[in-house]
């Protein structure tokens, strides 16, 4: 299995804190990315990473801020939490574009 | 945003049964397109990168084919057994890096 660890898994929080979900990886994959998986809607990118410090909007990236400044980290952010950023969070990774990602196993994060 | 659209939404079979989905995309800005198998309580897994027009691809019973001129992919599974149970993924990968992930198919097959 990608060594990709997704922390925290589980987060329970208030509308207007700010949430920070941290993707980890040991594969020293070039590409980053996050998504939200709702019903209905499957997977939804929000930001990805090119690179460290390169990074750029997804489909769905209002309300969502992200860094990288290691290879291995990608932090996901969320400045002010609402409750329709509850969602089950997912970082996935690659080596190049057009190769398969590898996902992380989640992070279900629910916003009160 | 763009549409990425999977059918059929869902699919009983039973086992034994050899079985196919769709994948719809746009055919212009095509970069790349993936499948990936969604087992309940696990994580996406790769099955296939497809690129170019008239791909096929296959991994043991499960192929794909691809036509990006009319924007549609395939995904075929011959003799069907429990364990292919899952949720079936495409993503389809626009000259931009964006990704788009379709809403799935899900597959059950019955013993």
């Given at each position: 299995?990608?060594?990709?660890?997704?922390?925290p898994?589980?987060?329970?929080?208030?509308?207007?804190?700010?949430?920070?979900?941290?993707?980890?990886?040991?594969?020293?994959?070039?590409?980053?990315?996050?998504?939200?998986?709702d019903?209905?809607?499957?997977?939804?990118?929000?930001?990805?990473?090119?690179?460290?410090?390169?990074?750029?909007?997804?489909?769905?990236?209002?309300?969502?801020?992200?860094?990288?400044s290691?290879?291995?980290?990608f932090?996901l952010?969320?400045?002010?939490?609402?409750?329709?950023?509850?969602?089950?969070y997912?970082?996935a990774?690659s080596?190049?574009v057009?190769?398969?990602?590898?996902?992380?196993?989640?992070t279900?994060?629910s916003?009160? | 945003?763009?549409?990425?659209?999977?059918?059929?939404?869902?699919?009983?079979?039973?086992?034994?049964?050899?079985t196919?989905?769709?994948?719809?995309?746009?055919?212009?800005?095509?970069?790349?397109?993936?499948?990936?198998?969604w087992?309940t309580?696990?994580?996406?897994?790769?099955?296939?990168?497809?690129?170019?027009?008239g791909?096929?691809?296959?991994?043991?019973?499960?192929?794909?084919t691809?036509?990006?001129?009319?924007?549609?992919?395939?995904?075929?599974?011959?003799?069907?057994?429990?364990e292919?149970?899952?949720?079936?993924?495409?993503?389809?990968?626009?000259?931009?890096?964006?990704?788009?992930?379709?809403?799935?198919?899900s597959?059950?097959?019955?013993?």
């Open positions: 299995d990608a060594g990709i660890t997704q922390s898994r589980h987060k329970v929080t208030e509308t207007g804190t700010p949430v920070t979900l941290r993707c980890h990886q040991t594969e020293n994959h070039r590409y980053m990315y996050w998504y939200r998986q019903p209905g809607h499957g997977l939804r990118l929000i930001h990805y990473s090119y690179g460290v410090k390169d990074t750029d909007k997804g489909e769905v990236s209002d309300g969502y801020s992200v860094s990288r290691k290879t291995e980290d932090l952010t969320l400045e002010s939490a609402t409750s329709s950023q509850t969602s089950v997912f970082c990774i080596a190049v057009n190769q398969p990602q590898h996902f992380g196993d989640g279900r994060l916003i009160l | 945003i763009l549409n990425v659209e999977q059918s059929p939404q869902s699919l009983h079979v039973q086992e034994g049964d050899s196919n989905f769709t994948c719809s995309f746009p055919s212009s800005n095509f970069y790349a397109l993936h499948w990936y198998r087992e309580a696990k994580s996406p897994e790769a099955l296939f990168v497809m690129t170019l027009n791909d096929e691809k296959k991994k043991g019973r499960i192929s794909a691809l036509n990006t001129k009319e924007g549609y992919s395939y995904l075929y599974i011959k003799g069907s057994q429990p292919d149970s899952a949720t079936y993924l495409c993503a389809f990968i626009t000259g931009g890096n964006q990704f788009y992930f379709g809403t799935g198919t597959l059950t097959v019955i013993p």
